[in-house]
């Protein structure tokens, strides 16, 4: 058994500190789970995209800057 996680009591910093942790565990066995056409068809259309438009990427690490700088802001907001 895991232990309970009350997620709710969480700042969303944690969550997404906590969502990254699994994330990353999940990367490991990806080649498990087959992708469905769907799921194929969108990976290579945003790979089409990406090769067409490289600069329109944005790295997980500014996303993730940004997520958390917002949630530091929502937090004092709040105070």
């Known amino acids: 058994m895991y232990p309970a ?3 709710a009591r969480l ?3 944690e969550r997404l500190a906590l969502i ?3 994330w990353e565990s999940l990367r ?5 789970l087959p992708l469905s056409d769907t799921e ?4 290579e259309a ?3 995209e990406l090769r067409v438009d490289p600069g329109a990427v944005v790295p997980w690490d500014t996303v ?3 997520l958390l700088s917002d ?5 004092q907001r709040s105070r």
Request: aromatic share 0%; net charge negative; proline share 0%.
């Open 5 to 7: 996680i009350d997620i």
């Open 11 to 13: 700042t969303v910093g």
């Open 20 to 22: 990254e942790q699994v």
């Open 28 to 32: 490991h066995g990806a080649g498990v």
């Open 40 to 43: 194929r068809g969108v990976i």
């Open 46 to 48: 945003r790979g089409a």
């Open 64 to 66: 993730r800057a940004e």
């Open 71 to 75: 949630q530091e802001t929502d937090e």
